[in-house]
């Protein structure tokens, strides 16, 4: 592998997110700044905008239900996966949702997002948004199970998945794009300008999030699962795109998000469910930084 290859794609690729999420991060540890209010500006405004401007300018018709597949496909290796490490290793009930929330739950959002822009353009940010949206609604949805197996409010979670403002806001934006409708030109400004403004929004609040993390205990266990997320989550994709026959852009794109660290709202389900939080946070917060040098490596293989 060619050392000036990685070299640019860490300066220019992983440099730029870096940087915005270092800022982030000091102003969370340095000012003590909460992220709730602006992670909820993202979630209700810039993130909605984001997705309605991607589906309502994308061509993705024919690759809608490939990566459709591929991402349910993936969760579903995943989660076969966890089952059989977790039962070799012989963790606890708890213990065992809490490695699943860190393996299954990745940041194609406030990373995947931006990293996919960066790397691969509009086009890329285009295949990104769909696979977030599906993942996103994935999410909401394994909630339901998580909750299942503990004390948490299964009812509240299916609900959870009608408040997401990013579905709504993708499928908005595909219905106006297969009907051809056309916006009034400041609405659509309007718009993409919000949406411009949620990519490094989005780092911000990653960065603040992870100022408020702690590494204490849990550190094989922590170990373990930031090495399935990084190291044997590519492969997996790898693998599934293959088989599937997904090629181009749009498998690289499949590969990398499904490649992210663990993502931050794994932390806050963790808390929600009382699935050792710790043990979460800590493997958001590993996988985060070593995943600057595994999206390196990833990238220039793609690329």
């Known amino acids: 592998m060619n050392p000036a290859i990685l070299l640019a794609i860490l300066l220019n690729v992983i440099g730029p997110i870096v940087l915005i999420a270092a800022a982030g991060y000091a102003l969370g540890r340095g000012l003590k700044v909460e992220p709730r209010a602006l992670a909820r500006a993202t979630l209700y405004i810039f993130s909605p905008a984001l997705v309605f401007t991607s589906a309502y300018r994308s061509k993705l018709e024919s690759e809608f239900i490939a990566i459709t597949v591929y991402a349910l496909l993936t969760t579903l290796v995943m989660g076969a996966l966890c089952l059989i490490i977790v039962k070799l290793l012989r963790y606890d009930r708890v213990t065992a ?133 990084l190291a044997i989550a590519p492969v997996v994709a790898f693998a599934l795109t293959g088989a599937l026959g997904i090629t181009g852009l749009t498998r690289a794109v499949c590969i990398v998000q499904s490649s992210m660290p663990t993502a931050v709202n794994a932390t806050i389900l963790a808390v929600e469910f009382n699935a050792r939080p710790n043990l979460v946070a800590g493997t958001v917060f590993v996988s985060t930084l070593a995943s600057v040098i595994t999206l390196t490596i990833l990238l220039a293989l793609l690329m």
Request: no cysteine; aromatic share 12%.
């Open 97 to 229: 949702s809490a490695f699943e929330l860190g393996v299954l739950f990745f940041n194609a959002g406030n990373y995947g997002l931006p990293l996919v822009l960066f790397a691969f353009g509009e086009e890329g940010l285009a295949h990104a948004v769909l696979f977030y949206t599906i993942v996103a609604v994935q999410t909401h949805t394994l909630a339901v199970f998580i909750a299942a197996r503990g004390t948490a409010r299964s009812r509240d979670a299916v609900g959870n998945i009608f408040r997401l403002p990013l579905v709504y806001a993708f499928a908005l934006g595909f219905l106006a794009n297969q009907f051809g409708i056309v916006l009034p030109a400041p609405i659509i400004k309007a718009v993409e300008l919000t949406g411009n403004a949620a990519v490094p929004v989005l780092l911000t609040v990653l960065g603040i999030e992870l100022s408020r993390i702690q590494v204490q205990q849990d550190r094989g266990a922590i170990g373990i699962a930031t090495f399935v997320r």
